[in-house]
T-cell receptor
């Protein structure tokens, strides 16, 4: 079974430029997550999709970050314009559809995109 | 929000030594996962363990949900165990599988 795919693996941009990251979850996984991991910290959730709908985006800085999952499969995360503090690794994760409130599905992570903003 | 604290923050071991990593959380949780982040940044699932004890080779984990902590045991450590170990918790019912991560334990195993 193929894992979560992300691209690019590395990106270097100057502040105020735009950047986009792509994620393709594990086949059949309905739920997709984007996390931001700043150096030395644990990942922090930015946004969660279930199919093509947003479940939670309360921690997404919406003035500069946007994300979409138009067909309920792959997803794009965009930053426009980038700031120095956006330098981080952006991780994508996916899980199968949650069938019951008390059920839980392990999250599987992609390799991440390391963004450096100069 | 929920606080997830991991200890120790840094750990250096000689190859072959054993270690225990701890994760404390401040509220009731629905679920808990342990991850290993290798030096290339990949997060690898180790255990899904909301309660009880599980073992996988040289690794084992125990979660005591009523006392709000989890432990990860590494026995006979190897250099390939180096990296950062994270625990992550899901809050109670309705949290939508969203994980809150601790700050991690950075492990270096020396040959």
């Amino acid at each position: 079974e193929a894992g979560v795919a992300q691209s690019p693996r590395y990106k270097i941009i100057e502040k105020r430029q735009s950047v986009a990251f792509w994620c393709n979850p594990i086949s059949g996984h309905a739920t997709l997550y984007w996390y931001q991991q700043i150096l030395g910290q644990g990942p922090k959730l930015l946004i969660q999709f279930q199919n093509n709908g947003v479940v939670d985006d309360s921690q997404l800085p919406k003035d500069r970050f946007s994300a979409e999952r138009l067909k309920g499969v792959d997803s794009t995360l965009k930053i426009q314009p980038a700031k120095l503090e956006d330098s981080a690794v952006y991780l994508c994760a996916s899980t199968p559809l949650r069938l019951a409130v008390f059920s839980y599905n392990e999250q599987f992570f992609g390799p991440g995109t390391r963004l450096t903003v100069l | 929000g929920i606080q997830v604290e991991q200890s120790p923050p840094d750990l250096i071991l000689q190859e072959g030594a054993n270690s225990t990593l701890r994760c404390n959380f401040s509220d009731s949780v629905n679920n808990l996962q342990w991850f290993h982040q290798n030096p290339w940044g990949q997060l690898i699932n180790l255990f899904y363990i909301p309660s009880g004890t599980k073992q996988n080779g040289r690794l084992s984990a125990t979660t005591v949900a009523t006392e709000r902590y989890s432990l990860l045991y590494i026995s006979s450590s190897q250099t390939t165990d180096s990296g950062v170990y994270f625990c992550a918790v899901e809050l109670g019912v309705g949290a939508g599988n969203m994980l809150t991560f601790g700050g991690g334990t950075r492990l270096m195993v020396k040959p």
